[in-house]
T-cell receptor
């Protein structure tokens, strides 16, 4: 079967750094997406990785290791508005997105 | 219209009733998708369409049907609603579904309650 694992919930402090992990087992791999979803809203695109390594975009970075079936999203200088769920999704061999259940990130002052 | 719109925003429906959720996009995207999102579960694909005139079944298609008569519209129909179909439904679109870079853009969602 196909499986995406993420922690259910994480808590961090405003101004700090947090790393959200995602491990996957899918039928083939054609890339990995991270999306952000605020409560009651639609998911929005954050990042895409298809090659191993780190992709940096402002306060957010995403890392991929295809050999380990592993990715993480790194959020720096946390702000209260970063409180949201973060969804990991893998593009499988049929070019379909397989979604994790999401990690709810709670930011405390 | 900018992006993807969905209607209605929310709906309470009696079991056994027929319901159509509407989705319209103005980005001229080829591919469109319907997902349901339930607490503790990831987004699950119900049906998809790679291009106008074609549709396909996703992970959880039973009890749902779709049509894609043109590029912009992709309605989802529940023929006879059941309480297990209570969920938040998201419509999404992407430029090219048969590409590894398949960024999907989501509508605001429809919250459906079946009693």
């Amino acid at each position: 079967g196909q499986n995406i694992d993420q922690p259910t919930e994480m808590t961090a402090t405003e101004g700090a750094i947090v790393q959200i992990n995602c491990t996957y087992q899918t039928s083939g791999f054609n890339g990995l997406f991270w999306y952000q979803q605020h409560a009651g809203e639609a998911p929005t695109f954050l990042s895409y990785n298809v090659l191993d390594g780190l992709e940096e975009k402002g306060r957010f970075s995403s890392f991929l290791s295809r050999s380990k079936g592993y990715s993480y999203l790194l959020l720096k200088e946390l702000q209260m508005k970063d409180s949201a769920s973060y969804l990991c999704a893998v593009v499988n061999s049929n070019y379909q997105l397989i979604w994790g259940a999401g990690t709810k990130l709670i930011i405390k002052p | 219209i900018a992006g993807i719109t969905q209607a209605p925003t929310s709906q309470i429906l009696a079991a056994g009733r027929r319901m159509t959720l509407r989705c319209t996009q103005d980005m001229r995207h080829n591919a469109m998708y319907w997902y349901r999102q339930d607490l503790g579960l990831g987004l699950r694909l119900i049906h998809y369409s790679n291009t106008a005139g074609t549709t396909g079944k996703g992970e959880v298609p039973d009890g749902y049907s779709v049509s894609r008569a043109n590029t912009d519209d992709f309605p989802l129909t529940l023929a006879s609603a059941v309480p297990s179909q209570t969920s938040v439904y998201f419509c999404a679109s992407s430029d090219d579904s048969l590409n590894s870079y398949n960024e999907q853009f989501f509508g605001p969602g429809t919250r459906l309650t079946v009693l």
